[in-house]
């Protein structure tokens, strides 16, 4: 009898040490062992640092360290030579630099926690906005196609967002959604790398809010077509199981495992894992390895939206506590999923749209025009918060930082995006509503649906 229990308890424990357990599918595969597909990983990324070049870099610089970052971080040898040599390809290159590269660079170096705005003394941030709106206009006349291909449209939409936790414009989600086909794809007609590509955009934009509440249901719409689109290509070459051919298929996984309404069992998840892992990195280019690598490990570009994201080899963690409170109790908050545009955008309560303008420089009095302030909008925030928690979600969002102080008439600003008000110097924020002062505190003033709040720097006389 104890034999048998012995051989029991020997089976279960052997189970979770022997058989592999996919991160795309979240279920065991009762062919592959977990050791053998971590040693399949540290062979793909062995295999991509062999292909590294002297100066550092690949042929698709980028893609290569963004794979590797994102999954395999801690092997990352010489890690800053790869970060210097995309410096150097951006500054040689950023005249003739096409969108889907930009994209890619800015993925990367946001994978490595640089700052985007002036990276290689490049504001990649303003570039890719800039080509993105260039996509749709040739010589001042507006096209109804993008001039260089849907492909890098989706890509650079997607980076832009995971970039910044915002969206380039509300008319690219108009545009994604328009471009979307009949049988489900998007883009070039039947193409599963456009439709996969178009997916993580939407998905990104659904995810920090973005996505009104009257494009939700499209949104929705949009991505279930879309999936059965995706399952409509499933082929079966040999024992091998593909999304159209094995090239297509890691993207395709990494699509459907972040659009989790589908069940792996509707779609064959383990066995199109199984087909990737038999592939052998050895034969390979670094593009096919890295995009597999990345299926493997069960981790696409949209894993840098995750509130528990570092680089830890990267010297610069980001951390996503914030100070708001320059009172005598400066207790740090944590951003919450919601706060950092992470929560379930069909979420069922009550949301508003606001905007907030910033203008931090003292006009003349005879001037009355909000000049060149900057807005930022809050897409989908719960109704019947404070103004003062819509900054904190602004700021966990990365459009806007501030600093405020607890009075006796409530809590004020004293500080936006660095810009500090000289008490010695008479300056003040002063806050506006749609045009009217507000006569109280941040902590007690609620928004409402479509507000324009202003923070504007004055002098008292």
Request: aromatic share 8%; hydrophobic share 35%.
């Amino acid at each position: 009898m104890f034999g048998i229990f012995g051989l029991l308890i020997l089976i279960a424990v052997n189970a979770e040490v022997l058989f592999a357990e996919y991160p795309a599918c979240g279920s065991l595969d009762d062919e592959i062992t977990e050791a053998g597909l971590e040693e399949n990983i540290d062979g793909h990324v062995t295999r991509l640092l062999k292909l590294r070049n002297s100066n550092g870099g690949w042929a698709n610089t980028p893609e290569v360290f963004l794979s590797i970052q994102l999954t395999e971080p801690e092997s990352f040898s010489n890690l800053d030579k790869s970060i210097r040599r995309m410096e150097e390809e951006i500054q040689d290159g950023i005249s003739s630099i096409t969108i889907g590269e930009l994209a890619q660079y800015m993925l990367a170096v946001k994978s490595a926690c640089k700052n985007t705005s002036s990276f290689g003394e490049v504001n990649l941030k303003k570039k890719l906005l800039k080509k993105l709106k260039g996509e749709f206009y040739r010589n001042g006349i507006q096209l109804s196609t993008p001039e260089d291909g849907w492909y890098g449209v989706f890509l650079a939409t997607e980076a832009y967002c995971v970039s910044q936790a915002q969206s380039p414009g509300d008319e690219f989600i108009h545009r994604i959604l328009h471009a979307q086909n009949r049988d489900g794809s998007f883009g070039n007609s039947a193409s599963i790398d456009h439709t996969t590509r178009a997916m993580m955009a939407l998905l990104c934009l659904s995810r920090i809010n973005a996505i009104s509440s009257t494009q939700r249901e499209q949104v929705k719409n949009s991505l279930n077509l879309a999936t059965q689109f995706l399952r409509s290509k499933i082929t079966t070459e040999r024992d091998d199981v593909w999304f159209g051919d094995k090239y297509a298929t890691p993207a395709g996984v990494l699509a459907i495992k972040e659009h989790t309404e589908w069940a792996d069992n509707a779609w064959r998840c383990r066995l199109m894992m199984r087909s990737l892992n038999r592939q052998h990195s050895d034969t390979e280019g670094e593009s096919a390895i890295s995009q597999r690598l990345l299926a493997l490990k069960g981790v696409s570009y949209l894993s840098m939206l995750n509130v528990d994201y570092s680089c830890s080899n990267s010297g610069t963690i980001q951390d996503n506590t914030i100070e708001t409170s320059l009172g005598e109790d400066p207790s740090p908050i944590h951003c919450s999923q919601e706060e950092n545009g992470q929560s379930n955008f069909l979420f069922s309560k009550p949301a508003i749209d606001i905007d907030i303008a910033i203008q931090s420089y003292i006009l003349p009095n005879v001037i009355t025009e909000n000049l060149d302030a900057k807005v930022v909008t809050l897409r989908d925030v719960i109704k019947g918060k404070t103004l003062l928690e819509l900054l904190t979600t602004a700021q966990c969002r990365g459009l806007l930082t501030f600093k405020s102080e607890k009075t006796g008439w409530g809590e004020y600003i004293t500080a936006i995006d660095g810009k500090q008000a000289n008490s010695e110097n008479k300056e003040y924020w002063s806050i506006q509503r749609n045009g009217e002062s507000l006569d109280v505190g941040i902590n007690q003033f609620k928004p409402a649906h479509s507000d324009y709040i202003l923070f504007k720097l004055k002098k008292w006389s």
